[in-house]
Structure formats: C-alpha cells, structure tokens
C-alpha cells in the first residue's frame, strides 16, 4: 500500500506520513519549498519502518509540476492507494483587508490544489476498485471563524468537495472523507501571542490544543480497508469545541 501525503514536511503532515511509515506502507512525501524539513521527516518514516519513503516537489496550483510528479510515482512503482490531501495555507485577516491576490493565492493552494492532486490520482483507485481520500479541513470550515473568512471559505468548499465526490466515488470502492480538527499546536498557531493561546485553550472543554499525532490516529483510522463503510463525513477532532 502507498500513500501521498501532501504538505508531508512538517506539522500535521509529517505527523500522518509517520503514521502510515509505522505500519509499514510505503509513504510518498510531498513538499513545496521545505526541502530540508521533507527529508528530515523521510528519514524519521524509514527509521519508523516504511517499506519505502519518496519526497516530491510541486507546486500543488500547477497541474504540470503534479502531472510530472504522477509520472515519477508511476516508474518508481508508487502509485497511490491513499491520498491525503493536506497542504494548506492559513490566512488572518478582516474581509475588508483581504486583496484579491491574496484572495486568489488562498484558493488556489487550498482547494485548486486538492482537485488537481484528487483528478489526477484517483483514475488509479477507480481502476482497482478500491482507495482512500482523506481531506484535511478545519473545524472553520464548519463554524466559520471571524478574521478567517477567506480560511473558513476554502475549507466549507473542502467539506463539500469531499461530500458529493463521495457520492461520485462509492460506486467504485473509493471512499473519500475530511479531518476537520480544532485547534492543533503546530506553527499555524504562531500568529497567536501566549495570552491568546492561553484563552483559546480555555475555550476548549478539554482544556488543550490536538497534537498532531491524534489528528493522524484519525487520518489512519479512515485509510483502513476495514473503514469502507465510511464516507462523506466531515469528523471534527476538536476536543468538544464544537459538537
């Protein structure tokens, strides 16, 4: 079995390509610019036990660069069987100062991304009869969150997304689902001084933020062959924030 898991570097990203070297699979990370931070977790995934571990480079708006890397995938014999659609950019701001560069950039990464890396290597799944897409959303892609218009949009389209592919998929045994966590201590929090994080985690009922390791417990859990009955859910580790 062979996953990709886009945005793999670090953070989230790397804690699911861990996950899946753990069990021994064979893990494609891929990266953009964090060349050093790629390899870095490539090597924690073969001392983790994957069979085999590949870092690829591209620019996720760019369906050249990504069909460069699917042809890569191809004569190393490491087609994905599971696709983790994680790559993302955050963006904090009131509405009013969002310019439509940026606008257009948050888009493009979040969610032209994921139909790019979605289109391009589901025909494989389809074929066999059998895959998992697992799409890493927030949880303000659910409550929306004020100053995170633009973040809170590409992620409700990313749930959505997820919803009616699912629908499209499940005649061809391919499940597709989205992790919608709540808030989880990575760098996405760095915005953040000590005094608000503090009085974020008091929102939280469990009284503290995810670690990364717990969000790929559930990006596992959803890749298994035994989860087939399990799709277009949008599942929110949150901590009881929202329910």
């Known amino acids: 079995m ?25 893990v494609v990370i891929h990266y953009h610019q964090s060349h050093e931070a790629a390899n870095e977790t490539a090597r924690t995934c073969l001392r983790a036990g994957a069979a085999n571990v590949m870092t690829v480079s591209a620019d996720l708006r760019s369906r050249e660069q990504l069909v460069r890397v699917r042809e890569k995938l191809s004569q ?39 139909f790019l890396c979605t289109q391009l290597f589901m025909p494989a799944m389809i074929t066999q009869r059998f895959g998992r897409i697992v799409n890493v959303s927030s949880i303000w892609g659910i409550s929306g969150a004020s100053c995170e218009v633009l973040y809170s949009t590409t992620k409700g389209g990313m749930n959505a997304f997820t919803k009616a592919l699912a629908k499209e998929l499940a005649p061809s045994g391919v499940t597709v ?28 009922p469990v009284g503290r933020f995810a670690q990364p390791d717990e969000i790929a417990s559930l990006v596992y859990f959803l890749a298994l062959p035994e989860s087939a009955y399990i799709t277009g859910q949008i599942i929110s580790p949150n901590g009881g924030w929202l329910t």
């Open 2 to 26: 062979t996953v990709l898991v886009t945005g793999g570097s670090r953070g989230i990203g790397a804690a699911i390509a861990r996950r899946f070297a753990s069990e021994g699979m064979n």
């Open 76 to 114: 190393r014999e490491l087609v994905p069987d599971i696709l983790v659609n994680n790559a993302g950019i955050a963006h904090y701001s009131m509405l009013a100062d969002v310019s439509e560069d940026e606008w257009d950039d948050v888009m493009s990464v979040n969610l032209k991304g994921m």
């Open 177 to 204: 689902n989205a992790v919608a966590p709540g808030a989880v201590d990575t760098v996405m929090l760095d915005n953040l001084g000590a005094e608000e994080k503090t009085a974020l985690e008091s929102e939280i």
